[in-house]
C-alpha cells in the first residue's frame, strides 16, 4: 500500500525541498527545472545520486547545472556525490547501474530509505522504476518527488530553434516498459491501453500503433499554461480519430492533483473490461505526458493488476528547456508495509 502524506504546489522554488533524506537523485540537465532544488536552503541528506546525460548538447547549460548542483550538495551531504554518466538511448543499462547503487545505499544504512527524486531531470524510465523497485523490494519506506511546471518550451541552440518548438525528441520512440512495473503477459490475451498524452502525439500514436491494443483511453492535463492544453489536444487528435475514442474514454485532470488521478486510475482498472469476443481485456499504461502525471500512473502500477507500464525510447532528445517555469510541485508518499 502507498499512502499520500503531502502534496503542495507553490508559487516560487524557495524551500520547496527542505527536509531530511537518505537518498535524492537528481539529473544534471540542459532543462534549468533541474536547478530548482537549489532554491531549498533547508534541506539535507545521507547521500546524493547526480546523473550527467552523454548527450550533453551544444549550449553549455548540462555543465552548468552540473557545477552548481555539485557545489549545492557538496556542503548538504554526509557523503560524497555518486555521479553517474548515462545514455538516454541506453536505459537498460543504465537502469542495471542505477538500481546498484540504491541497493548500496540501503545495505550501507541498514534500513528502508527516504528517497527524493526530481521528476523535471530524471527520465521517467528511471523515476517511475525507482518507484515500484523500491515499493517492491522494500528498500523504500518514504519517498518524496518534486516537478517544476513550465509554462512553455524554447531551444537553447541555433539549430534547435529552427525545428519544431514543441519537440523534445528526434527520430522515433520505441514502447520499452519500464521495471519494477512490469510483468510478463499472457501472450494472447488483448490489451486496454490507458494513456497519459503530451505534446508529442504523433509519436504517441506510433507507439499505439505498435502496441495494437484492443480499447484506447486518454488522460489529459489541466491546470497549468492554457495554450499547452489546447497544444496537447490538437497533438492527439488523430489518435482520437483513428481509434474511435468516445467521451466516456478521455480524463481530464489537474497536473497537480497526483492522489486524485491515482484514485481514479486505480478506479478504473479495477473495472474488467472485455472485447467483442467477450475475452477479459489485460490492463498496461503508456505514459507519454506530464511527469505528474506519470507518477499517479506508476503509483496505480504498484497497486492494482497492469501487465506493463510503457514509455516512450527516443533515438535521441533536443536541448530544450521550460521557460518561463512555475508553479512547483511536492508529493510525499509512504510505504506503510516498511516503515
Not at 531530511?20 to 536547478?35: E, H, I, P, Q, T
Not at 519517498?143 to 519537440?167: G, H, I, P, Q
Not at 489529459?220 to 489536444?233: E, T
Not at 507500464?309 to 508553479?327: H, N, Y
Amino acid at each position: 500500500m502507498i499512502v499520500f502524506s503531502n502534496q503542495t504546489v507553490q508559487e516560487q522554488a524557495a524551500g520547496l525541498m527542505n527536509g531530511s533524506f537518505d537518498l535524492v537523485v537528481v539529473g544534471a540537465s540542459w532543462d534549468k527545472r533541474c536547478r530548482t532544488v537549489i532554491d531549498s536552503d533547508g534541506l539535507n541528506a545521507d547521500s546524493v545520486m547526480i546523473i550527467r546525460y552523454a548527450s550533453a548538447g551544444t549550449s553549455g547549460t548540462s555543465s552548468t547545472s552540473y557545477k552548481l548542483l555539485e557545489s549545492y550538495f557538496s556542503i548538504r551531504t554526509q557523503r560524497s556525490p555518486v555521479v553517474l554518466s548515462i545514455d538516454s538511448a541506453l536505459m537498460i543499462e543504465t537502469w542495471t547501474e542505477i538500481r546498484t547503487a540504491l541497493v548500496h545505499t540501503y545495505a550501507e544504512l541498514g534500513r528502508p530509505l527516504h528517497i527524493a527524486i526530481d521528476l523535471s531531470s530524471v527520465p521517467r524510465y528511471i523515476s517511475m522504476g525507482l518507484l515500484g523497485f523500491g515499493y517492491k523490494s522494500g528498500c523504500a519506506a518514504r519517498m518524496t518527488f518534486w516537478y517544476t511546471a513550465a509554462k512553455n518550451y524554447r531551444a537553447l541552440s541555433d539549430v534547435e530553434r529552427a525545428a519544431d518548438s514543441s519537440a523534445f525528441t528526434l527520430g522515433a520512440w520505441l514502447p520499452q516498459p519500464i521495471p519494477a512495473l512490469s510483468k510478463p503477459t499472457s501472450g494472447s490475451a488483448p490489451m486496454r491501453l490507458l494513456i497519459s498524452t503530451g505534446l508529442e502525439g504523433s509519436l504517441t500514436l506510433g507507439l499505439v500503433d505498435d502496441l495494437e491494443p484492443a480499447r484506447v483511453q486518454l488522460v489529459y492535463s489541466s491546470g497549468n499554461d492554457p495554450s499547452l492544453i489546447a497544444r496537447v489536444r490538437e497533438e492527439n487528435s488523430i489518435l482520437e480519430s483513428e481509434y474511435f475514442i468516445q467521451d466516456g474514454d478521455t480524463l481530464t485532470w489537474s497536473l497537480f492533483d497526483v492522489e486524485g488521478l491515482t484514485g481514479q486510475i486505480i478506479k478504473s482498472l479495477t473495472t474488467i473490461c472485455v472485447d467483442q469476443h467477450d475475452r477479459r481485456l489485460e490492463n498496461s499504461l503508456l505514459i507519454c505526458g506530464s511527469k505528474t502525471h506519470a507518477l499517479a500512473f506508476a503509483i496505480a502500477a504498484c497497486q492494482t493488476d497492469v501487465k506493463n507500464v510503457f514509455f516512450g525510447l527516443a533515438e535521441s532528445r533536443r536541448e530544450v528547456t521550460g521557460d518561463p517555469i512555475g508553479p512547483f510541485f511536492r508529493c510525499d508518499l509512504r510505504m506503510p508495509l516498511v516503515s
